[in-house]
Structures are given as structure tokens and as C-alpha cells.
């Protein structure tokens, strides 16, 4: 099936850096999620974006839903150990509710050394 | 429970076996959701309930695939026949409101490994 194609696949980074991964897609998206997966558990909503060109932050997390809706990027600031995990984006073609599915991305994953 | 929960977390069954994986959703979510991950990739859509009512179903990658929710709660995806590509990682989630932009919540997953 269709997913998104998020970049870089994986990275490694110190601690205290910044961190920036994106997502794009061919077909326009209404709204816009990240969500970050550790091993063995399921995804963990992060940041949720609903307008074009709409700029969200949650602590050290900053994320943009692009003008065109054919992309997202996800910022970490500061990144500390707890921060390594599987960063997916998703996308929902519906523009309002939920009751529809999401089409994910392929996953960036982020290792972060001391 | 506080969170969505799944059953068994663990399933090693033999090619051509029959499998049936448990999501008990957060109590009174409407909607409910199952997605299949394989290694390395993101979850894909499989099918998705409204209450009882199973309103998509497209994603359900042959008809050996059988998902249900009778009671508008707990809910059963069944593996027919098991193949090796059916190993994955299976996910439920539920969400409460349908209407609003209110996001599901995602169970810990039960990891089926066909040998």
C-alpha cells in the first residue's frame, strides 16, 4: 500500500542537538500527524497539525503542516537520550473527524549518543 | 483498563494455522481501528468499525483476513490459513468522538510470527 516518504531514514545525532526530518507525498493530505514508536510498543501521538501552513509546538517539538498539504516537518530541539525511538508521520485525507484512515510514513529513526 | 489493550502480545503459529488477535479498545470509543506493520515500516490500514458497523474494509489484504466488533466494543481480527507474509506486527487503536479532531490511541500491538 501508499506511504509517505519521510527523510532522512535514520540519523545519528548528539545530545543536545537539533533535530529535523520531513514528509512528503504526492496526494494532498487534510491533516497531518507525527507520532513516535518505541520498540515494542505502539505509536504515541506527538503533534497533530489540521491547516495548511499551521505551525504547532508541544515543549521541544515544533512541527508545520506545508501550504501545498503534500508535506510536514517535524523539529526536535535540544534532543536528549529519550528522544531515540521511530518518528513516523501520517497523513488523513478527510478535512474534518477522524473516523478515517491514516496513511503512514516510512519512519525516520533517530539514535542519540551522550 | 486505562489504555487500548491487545491479546496476545506474542503469537507463533504454523503455516495454514487459523488466528484470531484480540483489541479491547478504551471503554465507550466509538471508533476502532486495526493496522498491520511489517518490519521496517510504518503501519498500513487494514479496516476500520464505527460502533459495530464495519465502515471500510479496504485495506484487508485478502479474504483470508476477517475482522468483527458484535458489541460495539471488543474486537477480533481472524487470520485464516496463515502465510509467512502475514508476519507483522498488528496494531488496534480507538478514538472516542468521530466528529471532532479528537486522534486514536494505539494499543502495544500483538507480534504474529507465521513458521
Known amino acids: 500500500g501508499q506511504q509517505l516518504n519521510q527523510s532522512p531514514q535514520s540519523m545519528f545525532i548528539q545530545e543536545g542537538e537539533d533535530v529535523s526530518m520531513n514528509c512528503t507525498s504526492s496526494?494532498?493530505?487534510?491533516?497531518w500527524l507525527w507520532y513516535k514508536q518505541d520498540p515494542g510498543e505502539g505509536p504515541v501521538l506527538l503533534i497533530a497539525l489540521y491547516k495548511a501552513g499551521e505551525l504547532t509546538s508541544n515543549g521541544r517539538l515544533t512541527a508545520q503542516f506545508g501550504i501545498t498539504r503534500k508535506d510536514s516537518f517535524l523539529n526536535i530541539s535540544a534532543s536528549i537520550p529519550s528522544d531515540v525511538g521511530i518518528y513516523f508521520c501520517a497523513g488523513r485525507k478527510v478535512s474534518t473527524g477522524t473516523a478515517s484512515k491514516l496513511t503512514f510514513g516510512t519512519g525516520t529513526r533517530l539514535q542519540v549518543t551522550l | 483498563g486505562a489504555g487500548v489493550s491487545q491479546s496476545p502480545r506474542y503469537k507463533v503459529a504454523k503455516r495454514g494455522q487459523d488466528v484470531a488477535l484480540r483489541c479491547d479498545p478504551i471503554s465507550g470509543h466509538v471508533s476502532l481501528f486495526w493496522y498491520q506493520q511489517a518490519l521496517g515500516q510504518g503501519p498500513e490500514f487494514l479496516t476500520y468499525?464505527?460502533?459495530?458497523?464495519?465502515?471500510?474494509k479496504s485495506g484487508l489484504p485478502s479474504d483470508r483476513f476477517f475482522a468483527e466488533r458484535p458489541e460495539g466494543s471488543v474486537s477480533t481480527l481472524k487470520i485464516q490459513r496463515t502465510q509467512q507474509e502475514d508476519s507483522a506486527v498488528y496494531l488496534c487503536a480507538s478514538s472516542f468522538f468521530v466528529a471532532v479532531n479528537t486522534e486514536a490511541f494505539f494499543g502495544q500491538g500483538t507480534r504474529l510470527t507465521v513458521v
Open positions: 468499525f464505527q460502533n459495530e458497523a464495519q465502515l471500510d
Open positions: 496526494s494532498i493530505f487534510n491533516t
